[in-house]
């Protein structure tokens, strides 16, 4: 079972050291869904962690239908965060057309330009109604991962048979890993019902408006796993 940790601040990078995590995934604002992290917070990482890092690029909140302005902001900031480093680093991404398909021809540029770079799909995959072909050409483009809950318009917990379907499908040639709303009251369902081999999650909760990581949250997520 991989398991992977979402930081959006040290304390949860110190989180994961102390926890058997295989990967964390650094953003920050997950209020709105995660946004590409503040290059302080990757300094951190990349000098404190000892775990594969991924790297979330995602320029604003809202929907991922991106025009040739921002796509080139995304293409910029995967550079970016890519020129930080020698140390090897992941890229997390997702943009889709405006008939709410996978742009294809965006991500060829992406996967083209760094051959090098793992390439994690996010969640904008949720919004695709023909989820089949978005996989199909996710795996004939190289794309070594994709990060879902299954449906953008329902609780994980509620889309464990599209997920299962999924993983039975498609889990043999990329790496998917179900994330969005995991708690510890659904963790055993979901790996349950899914037969997932990968879990990404925040353990947070709400204090003053903002998400938090919770000790509490965690633990209960590692008992339901382990």
């Known amino acids: 079972m991989k398991i992977e940790l979402c930081c959006a601040n040290k304390k949860a990078l110190l989180i994961a050291e102390n926890f058997h995590f295989d990967s ?25 962690s000892t775990k594969q890092i991924r790297i979330l690029i995602r320029p604003r909140a809202g929907h991922f239908c991106s025009d040739k302005k921002e796509q080139l902001l995304i293409y910029k900031q995967i550079e970016q965060v890519l020129s930080f480093t020698d140390r090897k680093i992941d890229i997390v991404t997702g943009v889709l057309n405006n008939k709410s398909e996978i742009n294809i021809d965006f991500l060829k540029e992406i996967k083209s330009n760094f051959p090098q770079t793992l390439i994690t799909f996010h969640r904008a995959i949720d919004l695709v109604k023909d989820k089949n072909k978005a996989f199909e050409q996710l795996i004939d483009l190289g794309i ?7 449906n953008a318009h329902f609780p994980i917990e509620k889309n464990t048979f599209e997920l299962k379907n999924l993983v039975k499908k498609f889990g043999k040639k990329i790496e998917i890993a179900l994330g969005g709303g995991i708690t510890p009251e659904n963790i055993k369902l979901i790996l349950k019902e899914s037969k997932t081999q990968s879990i990404h999650f925040s353990g947070c909760e709400k204090k003053n ?10 633990n209960g997520i590692f008992n339901g796993i382990i």
Not at 144 to 150: I, N, Q, Y
């Open 209 to 218: 408006n903002k998400l938090k990581p919770s000790l509490d949250k965690i």
């Open 144 to 150: 070594e991962r994709v990060l879902t809950s299954g």
């Open 24 to 48: 964390i995934e650094l953003c920050r604002n997950l209020e709105v869904g995660g946004l590409t992290p503040e290059l302080k917070l990757i300094n951190t990482a990349l000098n404190f």
